[in-house]
């Protein structure tokens, strides 16, 4: 009887132990204490050495579409394809060990690499994060990055080696502007926080030409525009990503430049088009900040919209929540929203950044880095280039593929080349 009461009150006393490490534990990960985030990462590595066979940084690989060439470039259509000029393509670089951006010609041969790699010419922490975001290549050869989870942006000689370096928070894209400074979005702390301002700096020094407060220069300008942003005029902005953190998520300003601006009757060369991610809100403003336009979706969490030659504005259209991605188009005139490419043969899906950029022969290039791809899509649908970041031809896996440009034959003053 008495081996009995013990042994009762052994597995008791383990089911009242389970309970509190299974109450414990959801108070841990409810209130994300100590050792919340120790927890994350053992999974993180478990996950990575079941899947991989090493550990692989967070978001730096990603499953390619069913159907994605096991090549790192493959030309489709030669005759379809832009088929001149230079693809930029910013990924990560397996041989190197970091990023690097690629160089290639029309035809797909790779004929330049710019080693990226923010620990040669910063020491700053959270390189774990050190992912490039933004990317700008200029006629001399160098090229501007920015990592906006680690605060920095610098310009690189072709060897990857720093011109110069910035700390903050440039992010999440460049944009040109028609006196050849470079439009970006700048937080003193964060990528995420409430109080961010549209940023003009030079690129030949880094240093400011011109700064816009999002927050005091447009939101709070006055009631009709903070109510544009889902905002009160005097709501009480801190400068803190916790309080509430992303409440806004800016990812591009673009300026209508002197050449388009004919094609956009209602606004004036030197007004800038905002991205609001969260609110799935496209923006026009002067270069003062008075609102001129707003429009609201059908897209969610949109990136990268673009001034077009026809009157129209494209949009990347992530679509989160939903099967696949898509570029769209609005006329800011009539608000009549159309599918840019409605008969695209790839259906492609990125719920997070993307850019995509209309070529001169009508062709679009489509940066998928949730897929880590981009791809040269003809009016009609049909991918005449696909780029893929391989990890191997074996793999189902492409690593990161940040961002992808187009550049025009004739671009570089000098190729870039480093011995």
Known sequence: MCEEKSNVSFFSGLSLLAIACFAAGLFVAQ????????????????QSLL???EVIGE??????PAGAARAPVTVHDADAAIG???YAILGWDLELGHYSVQLHDGSGEQVHTWPIDAMSFSDLPRHRQNAPHAMEILADGSVIISFDRVGLV?????????IWVREGFYHHSFAPAADGGIWTWFGERSAYGQVQDILKFDPDTGEDIKRISFTRDVIARNRDSALAFSMFPDFPFVPD?????????????????????PAFPQFEAGDLMLSIRELDLIA??????????????????????DFEPDGRISIYDNSRFRPRSRIMTVDPATMEVTDALPGLEASFKSVYRGKHQLLPNGNRLVTIPEQGQAIEVTPDGKVAVEFNNITSEASDFNEDLA??????DGFFDVQPECE
């Open 51 to 53: 899947q991989h066979g």
């Open 284 to 305: 026009i403003i002067s270069p003062e900040g008075e609102l001129k336009w707003t429009k609201n979706g059908p897209w969610l969490k949109q990136h990268d919209p």
């Open 403 to 408: 961002n992808a440009k187009w550049l025009q």
């Open 84 to 86: 001149e000029g230079f």
């Open 59 to 64: 978001g730096r690989r990603r499953l390619a």
């Open 241 to 261: 990503d916790q309080k509430p953190r992303d409440i806004f998520h800016p990812n591009d300003v673009e300026e209508l430049l002197p050449e388009l601006a």
């Open 154 to 162: 610098a310009r690189v000689n072709p060897c990857g080696d720093a």
């Open 31 to 46: 209130y994300k204490i100590f050792p919340y985030q120790q927890v994350v990462q053992v999974a993180k590595i478990a």
